[in-house]
């Protein structure tokens, strides 16, 4: 362990942008981003995956829903920040808005489908961020989320996997350095979120049925902000995607960096 935080964790970013610039923002992660991340960052860190949200209906795009990359970086530690001997990053083409945060490696609880074995189902992943509302506590948002609304969710007719993890605190958040005058605008990256969780459909039939058409009855907190499940501001307090099993790229075992 480092001064900057904690070892074997897994850093996660949703991404979203103006869907006209995906083909120059494409270039930029394959050309620029991922190459200097990789090289720059290789002795700390153990995997570098990268997916591609796919298409999906009106109905999912409800629920914060971002529309480009989801990056994990499994770091076995977490580096000093600033510039260390290297140069800046690439600057994109344009900046994406972001949500980040710090996960263990493994979740930190694992509430139903286990036992499934890969062949057995396809896996549409519903990857979701969240927090409680401002003036929540910690404590009593999630007790209501682990002992109240966990074993609700449990019960949607298609969802057969169900686990999630609580964030971990980071100094500093991401190491890295942009150049004087190319940061990220103030206001894009969005932090402070309490948790990742990931609910597994075969596909989006289930994923509507279980969701949209023949939900569980669900017990609204009483701090709710939203009305409808789950309760929190879709945008503000929970943001997803929607991705696969595998990755779009690995790019820690397949990029050839240029530097």
Not at 25 to 51: N, Q
Not at 62 to 72: D, I, K, P, Q
Not at 101 to 119: A, L, R, S
Not at 209 to 217: A, G, K, L, Q, R
Request: net charge negative; hydrophobic share 35%.
């Amino acid at each position: 362990m480092t001064d900057e935080g904690p070892t074997e964790v897994k850093s996660v970013v949703l991404h979203d942008i103006d869907i006209d610039q995906i083909a120059a923002m494409e270039k930029w992660y394959w050309r620029d981003h991922s190459p200097e991340i990789v090289r720059r960052f290789g002795p700390w860190e153990a995997r570098h995956d990268s997916y591609l949200p796919v298409d999906v209906p009106p109905q999912a795009r409800a629920y914060g829903f971002y529309n480009w990359r989801l990056t994990e970086g499994y770091w076995r530690d977490i580096p000093k920040f600033g510039p260390q001997g290297e140069l800046s990053f690439t600057p994109p083409p344009i900046y994406p808005t972001v949500a980040a945060c710090f996960v263990p490696w493994q979740p930190t609880e694992d509430f139903k489908g286990w036992e499934v074995m890969p062949h057995e189902k396809n896996v549409l992943r519903w990857y979701v961020l969240t927090r409680y509302p401002e003036g929540v506590s910690l404590e009593e948002g999630e007790d209501w989320f682990l002992n109240t609304h966990v074993p609700e969710v449990c019960e949607q007719k298609g969802l057969y996997r169900f686990f999630s993890s609580r964030t971990v605190p980071v100094k500093g958040g991401l190491p890295g350095t942009w150049a004087p005058g190319s940061e990220p605008p103030q206001g894009s990256v969005h932090v402070g979120w309490a948790r990742v969780s990931e609910l597994w459909y075969d596909n989006f039939a289930d994923w509507r049925d279980s969701v949209i058409d023949n939900p569980p009855e669900y017990t609204k907190p009483a701090w709710a902000e939203h009305d409808a499940y789950p309760f929190l501001k879709p945008g503000k307090d929970v943001l997803s995607t929607y991705v696969l099993e595998r990755p779009t790229d690995e790019f820690w075992r397949d990029a050839r960096s240029y530097l």
